[in-house]
């Protein structure tokens, strides 16, 4: 059982004459440039295939060891940041994130590759739960909603972009650009953090529980890993290293939890889950995650290999709806902190499920016009649902949770994209093969181009149907929020700001 290293109360920090501004755009452009590299290579991979001369399966892991390594490390933020100051945090994570982008700009091979990719992920999974956990400490529940909207224009605007961006710099340069355009913006995300930015954060440096670091490690990696596995194709469900791995992963998870809530100073206090509106949250974001991996999964599918449309044009398409979504979040923010979450989230949660039985009835003779407003129409939903949730259930938490709220939020979502992407791609090849077995004869007596575009377009739609399904879900809970009132011990800390903070 962990205990505390020292008995001292820590000491509050006085933010009277800490400047905001500031540090929120160190956060914003450290950010930006590690989400958005999350989705930069994607469109790459069949060049990096031809060049590195390797399978489609073992590129593939560029993106699965990503996302492993983040799902990974941020529940084991909530710990760092007890360690380590937020100075600290971010200064670590942007050094690695210019280290690895440096070492994938200049890689001989594959395996060289993978490790660059790895670096930057360690730094994309540090980055996050330090973003929200500087927020939270920063500004008083009143606030919070319009800080975090603008790093709700981050979050999505950065990963909407990459695909396009990255067909476009494909299109003229070599691949090694992704990482060359993106290093010296980084290095300047360090060197602007090192000159401004200060330390917000309380450091209590709890005892290490090596244990519950290796339960975590095993539980979070092996579920992400598993599902990641099975939504890449290698070799589906009955496979060994997805059927071991989700097995391992939800044993150890079990193991993790139940030694957390034995634990009086856990590493991930799972006690954040008294507060309802935190577990609601928690809930409703992972609901509404799978809804959009559903069609960040399934409009691409259904452009290229239905439509017969390229990457970079299929980026296009559903530019604009990222771009939106990421321009309104600010919006959505500043009006949670006038009138609640639920002015926005149910609403929202109403469009979102009219726009998703709308997605269920398109085919590849839709317009793409249509595709391009359904998809901003969705982008806009999700704008009305995810910040002002996410704020509203983390400002329930007492101050002590803040570190453990946002890495069990960050994680979460993590893992609910992981099953998204696995689920859906389940889905629509289920409904592929059971078109292709009901067409054995071809009784319709359409081409064999044809007949694969309309096996297609039934697995598609057939997914957007339980893609509906869970907006629907996601709607019910929405009748569920209501405003969160800060814990007693929060409203006497939030004082009003003095000028300097602006």
């Known amino acids: 059982m962990n205990t505390a290293s020292t008995g001292l109360n820590p000491q509050k920090l006085d933010l009277a004459n800490i400047k905001r501004l500031p540090i929120m755009i160190s956060l914003i452009i450290g950010a930006f440039f590690s989400i958005l590299n999350e989705t930069l290579l994607n469109v790459a991979f069949p060049e990096l295939v031809k060049e590195l001369n390797v399978p489609y399966t073992t590129i593939q892991w560029l993106s699965t060891a990503y996302m492993l390594v983040v799902g990974v490390l941020i529940p084991v933020t909530a710990l ?45 999974g540090l980055m996050l739960p330090v973003m929200m956990n500087t927020i939270l400490v920063l500004y008083p529940p009143e606030k919070r909603g319009a800080a975090m909207g603008t790093m709700g224009l981050v979050i999505m605007f950065a990963p909407a972009i990459g695909p396009t961006l990255s067909g476009l710099i494909l299109d003229t340069m070599n691949w090694r650009w992704l990482f060359y355009l993106v290093l010296p913006f980084a290095i300047f995300a360090f060197i602007f953090a090192f000159i401004y930015l200060k330390n917000v954060s309380v450091l209590t440096r709890p005892k290490v529980d090596i244990l519950s670091i290796i339960l975590s490690t095993l539980g979070f990696g092996g579920i992400v890993f598993g599902f990641s596995s099975a939504g890449e194709g290698h070799g589906g469900w009955s496979s060994p290293e997805v059927y071991i791995s989700l097995i391992v992963g939800g044993i150890s998870l079990v193991l993790f939890i139940i ?118 129409v969705m982008m806009v939903a999700l704008s009305m649902i995810m910040m002002p949730t996410q704020t509203n259930g983390l400002n329930q938490l007492p101050r002590r949770y803040y570190p453990h709220g946002t890495a069990i939020m960050n994680t ?91």
């Open 80 to 124: 760092l940041v007890q360690w380590f100051s937020t100075r600290q945090m971010f200064l670590g994570a942007m050094f690695l994130f210019s280290l690895g982008t440096l070492v994938c700009a200049i890689a001989p091979g594959f395996e060289v590759l993978l490790v660059g990719r790895l670096l930057q992920a360690c730094a994309t």
């Open 259 to 376: 030694r957390q809530l034995a634990s009086k100073n856990p590493m991930l206090d799972l006690r954040a889950f008294k507060s309802p509106m935190f577990s609601l949250a928690t809930v409703l974001i992972m609901i509404v995650m799978m809804t959009l991996f559903s069609t960040m999964l399934l409009l691409p599918t259904l452009f290229q290999q239905g439509l017969m449309l390229t990457a970079f044009t299929s980026g296009l398409l559903m530019l604009p709806g990222g771009i939106l979504n990421g321009f309104l979040s600010p919006v959505t923010g500043k009006l949670f902190d006038k009138f609640g979450p639920r002015a926005l989230v149910v609403p929202g949660a109403a469009i979102l499920a009219g726009v998703m039985w709308m997605f269920t009835q398109v085919s590849v003779t839709t317009s793409k016009g249509t595709f391009i407003a359904l998809h901003c």
């Open 412 to 502: 979460l979502q993590q893992v609910a994209g992981a099953i998204g992407v696995a689920f859906f791609i389940s889905l629509m090849q289920s409904g592929m093969n059971d078109y292709l077995a009901s067409q054995a004869a071809n009784p319709s007596g359409l081409s064999e181009q044809d007949l694969a575009a309309t096996a297609l377009n039934e697995g598609v739609t057939g997914s957007f149907q339980v893609g509906f399904y869970f907006a629907i879900g996601a709607l019910v809970l929405s009748f569920f929020v209501r405003r969160a009132e800060a814990p007693q011990e929060e409203q006497g800390e939030a004082a009003a700001p003095s000028p300097a903070m602006h």
